[in-house]
Each structure stands twice: as structure tokens, then as C-alpha cells.
């Protein structure tokens, strides 16, 4: 069965560093991987997403994330953290099942 | 375009009684999809539609159901409500044709009971 696993539910930044989420995934198929962000009192918002095509994916807002099947892994980078980033994040997986997977989230922290 | 529209956006009911929640997706997308996000859980999938039929169902007890109509709009019902189920229900829609599209979601029904 497809599963996904967010390493740290919660992440703290400086604002202006790197921001690294992490993600890795369990699927028998080859898999479609998402990343979404939630803000307080709000739905989620697809970042970015990978449908096999470049490994290297660009999202919104300075985002990209690169698939790595050798290591099971969809992280989640952007080079510097702004504090409009202060949010949820959340790695998913589509393995065309029409059901798609949430981690269990990483709240991220930016620090002025 | 307009978003995934949900409503309604804050409900308080009591524990025994049932409630109804409505979500209407982009224009031209023809799957919704409903999660349950608790802090305890995260976000759980509850069901799936597409054309009217429900193609997935997550680990739910049968108080939860849904339905879709013919101009995909789509609810969910609770029944016999318990003060476990007090959660934000977040509705997806999607294109759903293939794998892949990703969700556009709502901003969620707040369901608090008491």
C-alpha cells in the first residue's frame, strides 16, 4: 500500500535561510507526488507536482522539489525562506487509485 | 475562474443529530474529493465521485456518505453525530480523468459537536 512520511512536524528557519522539508514515499507504482501548503483557517493549495516527467520540479512562490526514486524521496526546497512561507506543508502521493495520500504534515517556522 | 466553494463554513451541532455539507467544484471538473483533517489524524480521505458514482472510499463508518449530482456538485452526510467527528472537512475537486492533475481544494466546513 502507497504511504508517504514527513520527517519533522515541525521545521525552524531564520528568514532569509534554506528551507528543506522532507518526504518520502511508499508506492508499488510509479507514483504522482504532490507538495501543498495550508495557511490558517484555509484549504490547501498545490506548490508543486511531479508527473514523471523533468525530476527537478519548479512550483509557486520559489518552491521546487526533486524526485529521486533510488531514494524513495520528494523533499521539498526553496534557497531563502521569506516569512509570508510560515505555514503547513504537506507531501501526497497519487498512485491513480482516485485517492490521494497526505503525510501528516511539517509545520514551517521563519524567524525574523 | 471561480474556486472550490464550500459550504457552509462554520457548524455547530449536537451530538445524535445529522448534517449535511455541499461543495461545489471548478466549472469543468468532474471528480470531488472529501478529506477529514483533525489534528490528532491529519487528513483523511473519506470519498471519492466522479460522474455521480463514488469510485474510492476510505476507512469510515457508514454515518459518512456522500453523493454527487449530475452538475458535479457534491455533499456529504453525517449521521448520528459523535463528538469525535468535530473536524474541518476539506472538498477537492479535480479534473479526475487521469492521475496526476492534482487538487484544487475549498476552504473547508469548521464542523464543531457538542
Known amino acids: 500500500a502507497q504511504s508517504v512520511t514527513q520527517l519533522g512536524s515541525h521545521v525552524s528557519v531564520s528568514e532569509g535561510a534554506l528551507v528543506l522539508l522532507r518526504c518520502n514515499y511508499s508506492?508499488?507504482?510509479?507514483?504522482?507526488l504532490f507538495w501543498y501548503v495550508q495557511y490558517p483557517n484555509q484549504g490547501l493549495q498545490l506548490l508543486l507536482k511531479y508527473t514523471s516527467a523533468a525530476t527537478l520540479v519548479k512550483g509557486i512562490n520559489g518552491f521546487e522539489a526533486e524526485f529521486k526514486k533510488s531514494e524513495t524521496s520528494f523533499h521539498l526546497t526553496k534557497p531563502s525562506a521569506h516569512m509570508s512561507d510560515a505555514a503547513e506543508y504537506f507531501c501526497a502521493v497519487d498512485t491513480g487509485g482516485f485517492k490521494t495520500i497526505f503525510g501528516a504534515g511539517t509545520r514551517l517556522f521563519v524567524k525574523a | 475562474k471561480a474556486g472550490v466553494t464550500q459550504t457552509p463554513r462554520y457548524l455547530i451541532k449536537t451530538r445524535g443529530q445529522q448534517v449535511t455539507l455541499s461543495c461545489s467544484p471548478i466549472?469543468?471538473?468532474?471528480?470531488v474529493s472529501w478529506y477529514q483533517q483533525t489534528p490528532g489524524q491529519g487528513l483523511q480521505f473519506l470519498f471519492e465521485y466522479f460522474s455521480e458514482t463514488q469510485r474510492n472510499k476510505g476507512n469510515f463508518p457508514g454515518r459518512f456518505s456522500g453523493r454527487q449530482f449530475s452538475n458535479s456538485r457534491s455533499e456529504m452526510n453525517v449521521s448520528t453525530l459523535e463528538l469525535g467527528d468535530s473536524a474541518l472537512y476539506l472538498c477537492a475537486s479535480s479534473l479526475g480523468i487521469l492521475g496526476g492533475d492534482g487538487y484544487t481544494f475549498g476552504s473547508g466546513t469548521r464542523l464543531t459537536v457538542v
Open positions: 508506492s508499488s507504482v510509479p507514483p504522482y
Open positions: 466549472s469543468g471538473h468532474r471528480s
